[in-house]
């Protein structure tokens, strides 16, 4: 069995559209690569954004739900999302993020490296990672962020637990992971180095509070797997292990088996094909709202009922 090639996406929640897409657009620099809708409740909005053509490992995706009280962060959860930035750059976002009124916590050492840690405007922990050796993404060249401070995919994700034996057996035995170390209560765990998201860092918190699911909760994690064949191989190796893996979906960009993981984290795999440019050309990404053919003859309802929203204009950044 292929081991998992990192992590392919990371789905959160947001309550506000407009500031969601103004925040990781416009501030942080991300590409929105795709606006469509929850499949599940077609009256909400579901963005991806990520590198300029939507490479896995770089794509954030966010249900925006109006109503959606704030999640309380604990065990339980995947507690934060870390993207790689180049050596040097953390002072620049520093600053950026001070005028967008984000708070940053001081740029802490871990593992070797520099991180800088913050809360989006929903809560949800992201945290920069200066990195040597980046990873290739597609820079967004209309973004606002040159590309010697870009964000460069995912750096690692964050679960925070009660026990951190089960999560690592899964990931070890069954998902190709290797441990890597340990730091204070944070186990480390590595994919695929060449693949980006190739981290998962276990956060060991015995007895503390559980999450709260909510806005700025990341509702579930995926790992990326090269094709359907891969996925349901590692459907049929899941389901003997004992997890209850879903049946695969059509996520339209890709394919999708879900299943919970012994510490309460929805871990889903997802396949690299067929990708963000199967419905829209690289040059329009995320400009029009795209839905799934069994969803297009209720457009005109759903276009409705959606909040407005604006791609508003892009200010470069200077160096
Ligand atoms: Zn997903």
Known sequence: MNPIRGLHHVTAVARDPQRNVDFYRNVLGQRLVKR??????????????????????????????PNMRRGVRGNGETNVVAYNVPIGSLP???????????????????????VLAFSDPDGMGVELVE???????????????PQAHALRGFHS??????EVEPTSALLTQEMGY???????????FQGDVNALGHIVDLVHRPGKIQAGFGAGSIHHIAFRVANDEEQ??????????????????????????????????????ATDTPGFLIDEPKESLGEALKLPA??????????????????????KASL
């Not at 599940?40 to 490479?55: E, L, M, R």
Request: aromatic share 16%; charged share 20%.
């Open 178 to 188: 290797r441990f890597t170390g340990v730091e204070e209560n944070r186990h480390r």
């Open 232 to 269: 349901l191989t590692y459907q049929s190796t899941l389901n003997e292990a004992g997890f209850r893996v879903s049946p695969v979906m059509d996520r339209s960009y890709f394919h999708s088996i879900y299943f919970r993981e012994q510490g309460g984290v929805l871990f889903e795999i």
């Open 157 to 162: 994700v964050t679960l925070w637990l009660d």
């Open 294 to 315: 069994w969803v297009e003859p209720q457009r005109a309802e759903i276009e409705a009922s959606l909040l407005p929203l604006t791609l508003n204009p892009i200010e």
């Open 92 to 114: 620049f976002w520093q600053a950026r993020l001070k005028q967008a009124e984000i708070t940053t916590t001081p740029i802490q050492a871990r593992f070797g490296q520099n």
């Open 36 to 65: 469509t809708v929850n499949f599940d409740s077609p009256d909400t909005y579901h963005f991806y954004f990520a590198d300029a053509t939507g490479n896995p490992g770089s794509v954030l995706t966010f249900f925006a739900w």
């Open 131 to 145: 990195v040597e050796n980046l990873p290739t993404v597609q820079h967004w060249e209309e973004g606002p962020i």
